[in-house]
């Protein structure tokens, strides 16, 4: 199983990116997609979470200004980010999670940085 996740970069504060995550060797379709996201000497936490089913769930200091998303047929989880701050700064890591039978599965990040 493979996470690759792609779109980091450097972005000035209130700008956008959109972080994509491809993934291959599992059957996409049935794991819950969750993005997380590592600032410097912080712990790990998760940001936003997209079910099988495309049920959403979002941090609250996300909410209204980060939207996943998630393409089956191209095994891909995207995070569009807007209106960034400098508090996003930060890893953002994709994240294959399922219940039954248990698996998780996890990429090797990709970095943000917002600063002007």
């Known amino acids: 199983v493979q996470l690759v996740e792609s779109g980091g970069g450097l972005v000035q504060p209130g700008g956008s990116l959109r972080l994509s995550c491809a993934a291959s060797?599992?059957?996409?379709?049935?794991?819950?997609m969750n993005w997380y996201r590592q600032a410097p000497g912080k712990q790990r936490d998760l940001v936003a979470s997209i079910s099988s089913d495309d049920s959403t769930d979002y941090a609250d200091s996300v909410k209204g200004r980060i939207t996943i998303s998630r393409d089956n047929a191209r095994s891909t989880v995207y995070l569009q980010m807007n209106s960034l701050k400098s508090d996003d700064t930060a890893v953002y890591y994709c994240n294959a999670h399922k219940k039954w039978p248990p698996a998780d599965y996890w990429g090797q990040g990709t970095r943000v940085a917002v600063s002007s």
């Open positions: 060797g599992l059957v996409f379709r049935r794991y819950a």
